[in-house]
């Protein structure tokens, strides 16, 4: 079964759901945020704050990744100019990497999208389905003052229409990967002495799965080295310099 995790994101101020670990979703259920993510939906607007490489990210889509990383417990530490600062560094790169799988051909169409979001709502209905991503997405969809009907039908597909083009890059891009050499592995074993008790598989592929995503990381860095970035929202421009140097882009027009 295809399961749904989730906290929920916005791209272009549309709701979708990315994954993260259960125990985020029961940390917020504690907290009771979902309708404080709801709200900061409704009031942000679809005004556009950046571009990158022409692609928009709307206030909407600042605010609820805002949210998103000031919720998580892992950036309790953290001031608010630092979330602040990596939020911006977040819809640079997923705006970066959404032009670069456009243009690799990876775009889907309204009833790719839809079939999709079906596949998703059957999943979460599914007896196999987690209770505590059921009961987040109904409270955060009742948050936003729509049914599930135009939830699943109208604002998950149109979401899944700019997700699903990154998930087929990346994983087009896994697909051709080189797999680990032995010295890689030895590597990482003693990088990882908290795992050497797992069996020699289970170690290979947490070694590959760690090799790639150092890959696709290094791959959006490049990718925002080369975009044409421009900051619109006065107060996003005052944290620009800082977000940039997360890619080692110097602020240049």
Not at 206 to 211: C, D, F, M, S, V
Request: glycine share 4%; no cysteine.
């Amino acid at each position: 079964m295809k399961r749904i995790k989730g906290l929920l994101l916005s791209f272009l101020g549309i709701v979708i759901i990315l994954a993260v670990g259960s125990w985020l979703i029961r940390y917020l259920q504690s907290l009771g945020p979902m309708a404080l993510l709801a709200q900061s939906w409704r009031e942000a607007s679809n005004r556009v704050v950046l571009l990158v490489n022409g692609e928009p990210a709307t206030e909407r889509e600042w605010v609820i990744q805002y949210e998103e990383l000031r919720l998580n417990p892992q950036n309790a530490a953290k001031s608010d100019h630092e979330i602040k600062v990596e939020t911006l560094e977040n819809v640079i790169r997923n705006k970066a990497l959404l032009v670069e799988a456009l243009g690799k051909g990876y775009r889907v169409n309204e009833e790719e999208a839809r079939v999709y979001a079906e596949e998703q709502r059957k999943a979460l209905q599914s007896p196999d389905a987690v209770p505590e991503d059921r009961a987040f997405l109904e409270n955060f969809i009742k948050g936003l003052g729509v049914s599930e009907e135009e939830y699943w039908g109208k604002i998950a597909p149109q979401a899944y229409m700019l997700l699903l083009p990154q998930i087929h890059l990346r994983e087009s891009l896994r697909a051709t990967f080189q797999p680990l050499t032995f010295d890689e592995l030895e590597a990482f074993k003693e990088k990882h002495p908290e795992w050497k008790n797992l069996a020699e598989e289970a170690l290979a592929l947490k070694a590959q799965e760690e090799k790639f995503q150092d890959f696709w990381e290094d791959y959006a860095r490049d990718l925002v080295r080369k975009a044409k970035i421009e900051i619109l929202a006065p107060d996003l421009k005052e944290i620009q310099e800082e977000a940039l140097k997360a890619f080692e882009v110097s602020q240049t027009e």
